[in-house]
């Protein structure tokens, strides 16, 4: 690199080029969001998009997207900088993968990542993240024994050389995946949107005379560090622990976390977390879990800040290989989001030990289970059905009801389910007293029954989650009710395939969020309104919350409240 | 996490459900129950309310059911106002539809009393003529259509600006712009194309967090496009966990307002930055109702902002100024790139109180060459009131792939909806030829989440109209995206129908030069500006913009004052004033 003296700028100066950086990502977001194909890109927005210095730190990253897979994209972007150095890169090259365990931790997400040339030199890359339609291998996660069921594997490969695409590459993909036209017109709006930020970030170099962002990118680093590490200093000293059980595959799993802080530095282990299954996919790669600590600390401790070098270098995470959480290849993970809510829960729960009140409580969890059969005319067809569950109770606040956090899968609409697949939705409606009872309630969870309007039986490849275990409340407050999968009434296996014959039901719930504090410190008058709304049933009132209420008036009863919350004091 | 949504509008305990059912096609699978609408009317009443909305799975393709349910409740109830959701917004995907049918029995008690007051004294002050509301997609329609429809009028006041400064624009016969609309609170940018503001159906009322998407109702009718940021005069300098300086969305507001208000206002804001920079003159604000405290901005802005930064406060005022613009310049270029419109390509037109005290330095990060500052910037919303064109806009649903349409039954429903949108302007006395029709579709590649609205030709459609259509989606698509995905099949989703009346004449008095006017009689005592290009304050002109005339031009930096707002230009541009004194800003790089 050439002597050059670096750049110097005051910190006003510093916000209005970060400022400026955090724009180019975002436009670089948009141009992906308008461009894609595919709902999850366009409507859940599952997705990410950042900016890299020349060492592939993070500089800035988009407003819209999902910060999971960004921290994956994160993480891959460097693995991309060890296989092909500056010196082995060109203008016009295009950076391809979908390594689970460089990137974020299934197949689906591919990574396309653009180096940044200015005056001819390697300045950064922009890369972008997103879930592909489709990538061949197998429907099922319950069916899925090693990584090599789960599709097509994108080794970091160029899938453009000096502005020319590479068709090899480009035919290998198409022929291998379900929707090739789907899949391929998101991997052209991931090029197109970095090609934006790219170009972008050459003229604000230009703007601001710079001939390198790394001085920069060293700046914003040092920063999110030093706010980092103020709010861990100010937390207590110490250790804690959560064990979170799940339900498992063919038998229960947990996930165990270890934090230690000491001044300021905090370390979380996993030790005591279950092996990695055989079966099934559920199994996170470190890049995966790293992900979601960093997303529980961040949300928790400094959640202006954004996500960077500074941030990773500031918590130290562990876990032994070849566990649930750090799964060894070949293990099979293309349902890793299943983990999600558990390594949350994990971290929360060490979080709120040390922080009592500052931490939501479990939530329930965004579930997907696939449909498959043939419409009324004879035609194939899948369809994903999406469960969610309710938001765990929040310092201060509720849980929403029919919100997962930390993913979330949004509501989709009847109409629309109902104008591209055979499915009949029956109803759809939140389920009373789901909600754990807290102070602070956790969020209602949401029930819908379907039939398949097909003369043809179908297939429901169930995957779902906390049908045994339910979500917790914390300091007090009480669980959400469990997640439920039945036909016409009866349990089925939760993670197996079940048969829908003409004119079955299938009703499936996925788990309330749990409850702040005891129920009966909740102001009787939000108790009466839940009443009046139906999230609480008029005997949960009583039996939870300590709570009478006079229905025919929609009133509290004051004093049958007083004596009933008075016994309790005393009865323990 | 902690997120915050609006509680509902209808609490569950008012929404009852009926039994009935339709299919995807509209097929009757279960036919309405009459005795559970009536008794569900019947609960309702007993509840004391005033206004139903209908929303019924599939009503969009066929209205049997809403229908009848309204029947009853107008038989059972008939003091209640009801609102079907096929009336307000017959297309798909039930809960936008649900909300929006919503907002509109919710505001329509509301704007019938507000509309009942103002005729009231309309008459009382002599006024014998029709009454019109503006609409949110900048058009205006007679009071009956407003009332039926008040959902349509929430964002119109906003919406106004936009129109004004199209017309504006119009004068100088430039039809591409971009509105820039910077008040106490927010500053609100819009895109004109051609002459139109462009509209959306993406909006969203009663946000909880203000700038943040998706944390309000949505409401899918064509409004305006405006982007709305947090930032203002009134718009709150601090510095945050990592010791960088931030401007905004928290605002003094108007009361306790900025701290050289004297009103209390304790926290360093913009205004007191351009102040304290010398940009606004502290005893002729407002015209000189307000003297401002300029010790007291000095004094709060050194305490919180220079003085933790280590910067003299000038430096630190400079920042406020640069943090405020370099936000409302990211929102506005990323707004402009989203609809496929490059920023520097455009003519900003500002206003509002503070918006013409900005816009320079906007212009320059947009890197947009010139800037119109229409005189009256307090009052241009006004203004646009009363040069929107009658206008009304309507959309049915009717999905398909573009080689598997059926276009017969696309042109009935284009045919149907401009005979509503004739009738309706027939009401207000708009003769058939001055009546444009503008026909839209929206279209997506097959699987896409994303529509894009596609003109559509002016004739019926036929067989053969699928190829034409995916010609224009190719072509908007392009405009939007800079590229295409050619072979990949497209389908439409919504048709809509814009009926629109001309432009209303409106004429403004031009100001001419007086015999032996000069420059030199506009001028008021000069006064230190703070400049970046020169390193500290300069000695900068100031004029009085009422003494201005046409065809006066002068070089930045200039500061020029109006009562309601002051232009401030920097170093490196030249003014010119027109007939009206609007003044045109030239910057030069």
Known sequence: ?572 | MVIVFPDPLVPRRLRKEVTERLDPQGNVLIPLDPADVELAVEELKGEGIEAIAVCLLHSFRNPKHERAVADIIRRRAPEISVSLSVDVIPQIREYERATTTIINAYTQPLLRDYIGRIEESLVQAGYTGKLYLMLSNGGIALRETAEHFPVRVLESGPAAGVIAAAFFGDLIDEGHLLSFDMGGTTAKAGIVRDGHPVTTIDFEVARMQRFKAGSGFPVKLPAIDLIEIGAGGGSIARIDSMGLLKVGPGSAGASPGPVCYGLGGTEPTVTDADLLLGHLNPDYFLGGDMALDVPGAQRVLEEKIAAPLGVDPVRGAWGIHQVVDENMANAARVHCIERGEDPSRLLLVAFGGAGPVHAYWVAEKLGIKRILYPIGAGAASALGFLTAPFSFDFVRTAIGRLDELDYGLINGLLEEMEEEGRSLLHQADVPDEDITIRRFAEMRYVGQAHEIYVPLPGEPLNATSGEQLRDAFDKAYEQLLHRTNVGYPVEALNWRLEAVAGRPPLRLQPVPQQPGQTLEDARRPSRLAYFPEYGEPVTCPVFDRYRLFEGADFKGPAIIEERESTVVMGPNSHAKVDAYLNLLVTRES
């Not at chain 1, 396309?112 to 291998?137: K, L, Q, Y």
């Not at chain 1, 970091?156 to 017109?185: C, F, Q, T």
């Open chain 1, 1 to 572: 690199m050439e002597a050059g003296k670096p750049p110097t700028f005051d910190v006003i100066t510093l916000e209005l080029m970060w400022s400026r950086l955090i724009s180019i990502a975002q436009e670089q977001a948009r141009a992906l969001v308008h461009a894609s194909f595919t709902s999850a890109i366009g409507e859940m927005e599952d997705m990410a998009s950042g900016l890299y210095d020349n060492h592939g730190n993070i500089i800035a990253q988009g407003v819209t997207g999902s910060q999971g897979v960004l921290i994956g994209l994160t993480r891959g972007i460097k693995n991309m900088l060890d296989k092909y150095p500056p010196e082995r890169l060109e203008p016009g090259d295009v950076l391809i993968s979908n390594d689970p365990w460089m990137f974020s931790g299934h197949k689906f997400d591919i990574s396309i990542a653009i180096p940044v040339f200015f005056n001819g030199r390697f300045v950064g890359m922009t890369g972008t993240i997103s879930h592909g339609a489709d990538i061949g291998g197998i429907k099922s996660a319950g069916d899925s024994e090693e990584v090599y069921d789960e599709g097509l594997e994108i080794p970091i490969l160029k899938y453009y050389k000096a502005g020319k695409p590479n068709e090899d590459i480009h035919e290998m993909i198409r022929s291998n995946v379900r929707m090739p036209h789907l899949v391929m017109g998101d991997l052209m709006a991931q090029v197109a949107a970095c090609d934006v930020g790219a170009r972008k970030l050459v003229a604000f170099m230009k703007e601001y005379g710079l001939t390198s962002i790394e001085e920069l990118s060293k700046a914003v680093m040092g920063r999110t560090e030093a706010a980092i590490k103020k709010a861990i200093r100010d937390m207590p000293d110490g250790t804690w622990s959560q064990r979170v059980q799940m339900d498992g595959i063919d038998e229960p799993l947990s996930v165990k976390a270890t934090m230690t802080v000491q001044g300021e530095d905090m370390e979380i282990d996993f030790t005591g977390t279950s092996p990695q299954t055989e079966r099934g996919g559920i199994n996170g790669t470190k890049t995966y879990t790293d992900a979601y600590v960093y997303h529980a600390v961040k949300t928790t401790l400094v959640p202006d800040v954004p996500n960077n070098e500074g941030l990773f270098h500031s918590v130290r995470i562990t876990a032994p290989e070849g566990c649930l959480v750090n799964a060894t290849f070949p293990a099979p993970v293309m349902s890793r989001y299943m983990l999600i809510s558990f390594i949350a829960s994990a971290v929360f729960g060490c979080l709120a030990q040390a922080l009592p009140g500052r931490v939501i409580a479990e939530c329930g969890v965004s579930q997907m289970q696939l449909l498959s059969g043939r419409t009324r005319t004879g035609e194939r067809f899948v369809y994903w059905l999406m469960g969610v569950g309710g938001m765990g109770a929040r310092p201060g606040l509720d849980g929403y009801h029919a919100t997962a956090f930390p993913s979330n899968v949004g509501n989709v609409s009847v109409e629309i389910i109902e104008n591209v697949s055979p499915v009949h939705v029956v109803s759809k409606r939140l389920v009373t007293d789901s909600g754990g009872a807290g102070k602070w309630r956790g969020g209602c969870d949401q029930e819908i029954t379907i039939t398949v309007d097909s003369q043809y039986p179908a297939t429901i490849n169930c995957f779902w989650e906390r049908t045994t275990v339910d979500a917790a409340g914390y300091h007090g407050g009480k669980s959400g009710r469990r997640a439920v999968v039945k036909v016409n009434g009866r349990d089925v296996h939760p993670k197996r395939k079940s048969e829908l014959k003409p004119g079955d039901k299938l009703i499936y719930s996925s788990c309330g969020g749990g409850g702040l504090f005891p129920p009966e410190t909740r102001d009787p008058e939000a108790v009466l309104e839940d009443v009046l709304e139906g999230y609480v049933s008029l005997e949960a009132a009583r039996r939870d919350y300590r709570v009478a209420i006079d229905l025919a008036n929609k009133a509290v009863d004051f004093e049958e409240t007083a004596a009933l919350r008075k016994n309790r004091g005393s009865g323990g």
